[in-house]
């Protein structure tokens, strides 16, 4: 009985790993509230960026994409490999697939990590009146974020 507990946990985890890595680009996974509507741009407008801030926080996330898009890739493999253990109609390896599932858990810290400073790098440049706006907003809206748009750093 306890054996099937374990598996039954190291396949919800492998599940959890396959949300993260479900095979779509980071860029339409994880800049979904991005400019063009969503909480992204509802807070750009509630703090008030100028068209100068607009364009730095542009590249802040297409910086961000970029050191996403290689971490999404490599979370697509582990995804692949995941699902490679179970095709092959024996009993998949449990240690590694357990291997498979931590690393993707690495994966996932390393893209918080990003989101989080890229988050805290472009705040640091608003003026104090912007980070008090963005402040209330955040308080209002927890799961936002500027450089994620909708999606707040340990919400993906």
Known sequence: MARYWKLAILVGAAMALAHLA????VERHMFAGAPGG????QLASAVGLSDAQKTALQAARQQ?????????????SLHQQ???????????DRCALGDLVI????????????IKNAEASFVATLSSDQQSKYNAFIAAHPNCTFIAGGHHPGMM
């Open 38 to 41: 969503g909480c992204g741009e």
């Open 22 to 25: 479900h095979g779509q680009p």
């Open 82 to 92: 995941i699902e490679a253990s179970f095709s092959g109609g024996a009993s998949p």
């Open 103 to 114: 690393q993707g858990h690495a994966l996932h810290a390393q893209m918080e990590t990003i």
């Open 64 to 76: 961000a994409h970029t050191s996403l898009e290689t971490i999404g890739q490599q979370a697509r």
